[in-house]
């Protein structure tokens, strides 16, 4: 038994009888092993399939905390055990596991793994998801960003000219002087203006609507007098 030990561990039990050697491991590993085993249960009972992980490594991540549980002398029944594998599957296998349990297969791990493997193959592949095309996306831009154009877009092969023929500039309209430049105004006289423009122009317009107006009032009233004296 002690040759099986670790040096320091044999310097501190060579004196022993082997009762009391096998009692002396037992309160210095016991606890080491119950905390163990906790963390091996805790961790089996939390874990789950993934999005996207495939069915094997999962029920060998599942299979590998129930042969350490069996290690530490825990063992599980096999029914607790593919149920326990079955109920944590992800909704992608729903079906399969209603269909396992209305047959009540009663299958071993291993079968239970064969069975998971064929359900994988038929199932139909996901579509990636918005993100990850968003991102592949912009990787193939940025990889293609810098490169120069294939011949045939935009260039003709070997000659670095262009393929079609460019617009010509077309310059802008020269502009037009003011008509009224140096033509002098009808009315007035005075070079600048129309003489529909012109400021004595409008105001002898103005002045002659005024009198107009005036000139008619009067003669209404002269015509409402004469028809009252009659």
Known sequence: MLASMIPDLQKN?????????????????EQQAEQELFDTV??????????????????MK?????????????????ILRVSMILTSLSKDYDLFVQNYNMHSMGKTIAELHNMLKLAEKGMPKKAKAPVVLAINQGRIQKKNK???????KGQ???KGK???????KVPPPTKKEHPTKGTPCHHCGVVGHWWRNCAAYLEGLKKNKASGASTSALVGVQSYIKNVDM
């Open 13 to 29: 039990l060579e004196n022993l009888a082997a009762f009391d050697m096998l009692r002396e491991l037992k309160v210095m590993f």
């Open 156 to 158: 003709v092969k070997g």
């Open 62 to 78: 599942m299979k590998g905390y129930l042969d350490q549980m069996e290690r530490l002398e825990y063992t599980m029944p096999q």
């Open 146 to 152: 810098g490169k120069p154009l294939a011949p045939g």
């Open 42 to 59: 805790k961790s089996f009972h939390a874990c789950k399939q993934e999005e996207g992980q495939s069915v094997s490594s999962y029920v």
């Open 162 to 168: 262009l393929a079609y023929t460019p617009r010509p």
